[in-house]
């Protein structure tokens, strides 16, 4: 079932002062996989996450997308490789159309015409449609997040870092999303930070749980719900 | 721009020389405003010294015009060293990724080193080929000429057609360059950086290339200056032009390209009346100006206009449609009344 490793981390530290925001991890991601990374608030996901998008440049180790170092590359350098990335806080043209944020999406990789039918394409399978005309800046959150996630998608990336997708969504909103989830899977490999167990129970992958900027615990989610340790970490100490 | 034509054909009959030469200062500093419309209101890069595109333009022009003997490579090179010197600097700043204020000072500085370094160039030694620099009186410009003839000389009515006709195709080019794909991205980036970015945009290329175009522009704007003017000094590199250059975009408004350039206009205009009383300080009126921009009308007139016009509109075809539904329901409901009626 496993294909090549297409995310490789090595060694990856970050550090912030003193502060060890990711400390020495190391980390592997398989093709076709659907990875989820949990942790408590202050684990180092976030951080990992801007290492992996060259958002940051670590201070030690490296990251190696398929065979292209993108260790201190600049962010349009590693999304240049075809990978899509939706971050914590939504980032959008605020001032432009819902339908510009995504077209300017899909034109990086496709020529007018094409890059066109695809954001159509796009804007009907969110079911954004509706508010193409309205200006980015207007939405509500919820539709923020998937403004986002349609640039994501538009730009057809085979690797998909997704940063707290379901972040301020109501239910529906958030089961859409996980359905959603699922099917940008069927054709990219993904990493998914999130902090919603019940969101990642959803989605059901494999999880690599964060703490104090380590990797805690590496399973299913069965497995990972069950393990003392993580109980711990979710729950605060317990141990006598 | 039809109106600009038309202001091109008319102005000439109706004004006197005199009008007409200072016009031509004024076309120039709208092109000047038209550039830095570009690089800040859809860039978003705030550069306090566009003057600095615009003044060596001018300088580039002159020296190169005396030692030419003529115009027509002259303005060739005027554009060109604007848009290398915008070119090297924006490189700096971009790939340096410096952040927004600090270019905003680091542009300022660059006109008033531009601005001291040239006013001590008073002595014989500080000579270009046969051009002297002149120090703070600055270098007399040869006028244009037409086009490989440099003994066909332009008269001033003549260098504003000349002037027109820049400050309209360099308006038509920054439109269309706007609606292009590079333009859009310009505007994403200004909008989120971050963004372009992810979704492969290098934002330093983008950043750099329409900072090279405005220097360009401005070089265009700074030609037409020295030729209004008839001379070129280091006060183009002044403090009080590179603010004016802002006020004028920000009373026109960010996001247009008309509006710094009427802004341009109406505030020339507006000073050169204030000039001629002697009630209020010229500057005092402009800061007021600036302020009460910035707090009343942040989005400067254009743009607030636009606004208005956008807003009358909706409501007259809402009214409008009210008005048509009240109709449709009157007449069905006299329908409705009619049909029981003519029952049984």
Known sequence: ?240 | MILGILFTVIAPQVLQLFAIINLTTIIALAILALSLALVWGYGGILCFGQTAFFGLGAYAYTIAAINFGGSTWAILVAVLVAAAFAALLGYFMFYGRVSDVYMAVITLTVTLILYSLLRRTSGPEYKIGKALLGGFNGVTSPPLNVPWNPSAILFPEHVFYAGMAALILSYVFCSWLVQTHFGRVSVAIRENELRAELIGYDIRFYKLALFTVGGAVAGVGGVIFCNGVGRVSPDVFSLHDAALTIIWVIVGGRGTLIGPVLGAFGLFYLTSFLGTQGVVNNNLVLGIILILFVLLVPRGIVPTLVRWWDRARARRMSQRRELRLRRRRGAGGVASEAAPGGGP
């Open chain 1, 1 to 240: 079932m496993r294909g090549e490793v297409v995310v490789e981390a090595r060694n990856l530290s970050m550090h912030f002062g003193g502060v060890k925001a990711v400390d020495r991890v190391n980390f592997n991601l398989w093709e076709n996989e659907l990875r989820c990374l949990i942790g408590p608030n202050g684990a180092g996901k976030s951080t990992f996450f801007k290492c992996l998008t060259g958002q940051l440049t670590p201070t030690a180790g490296d990251v190696v997308i398929r065979d292209f170092t993108a260790t201190g590359r600049q962010p349009h350098e590693v999304a240049r490789l075809g990978v899509g990335i939706k971050t914590q806080v939504p980032n959008l043209f605020d001032g432009l159309t819902v339908e510009e944020n995504v077209l300017l999406s899909a034109r990086k990789w496709h020529a007018a015409t094409r890059a066109r039918a695809l954001t159509a394409a796009t804007l009907e399978r969110l079911r954004i449609g509706d508010i193409r005309h309205h200006l980015a800046g207007r939405l509500a959150h919820g539709q923020r997040q998937w403004v986002e996630l349609g640039m994501v998608v538009a730009a057809e990336p085979w690797l998909v870092l997704l940063d707290e997708p379901a972040a301020g969504m109501t239910h529906e909103e958030t089961e859409r999303t996980a359905e959603l989830i699922r099917e940008i899977n069927q054709t990219a490999t993904m990493i998914v930070v999130e902090h919603d167990m019940q969101f990642i129970r959803m989605i059901s992958s494999k999880v690599t749980v964060f703490h104090e900027g380590r990797i805690l615990i590496e399973d299913n989610m069965d497995v990972v719900s069950a393990d003392p340790r993580v109980r711990e970490v979710y729950l605060g100490h317990r141990r006598q």
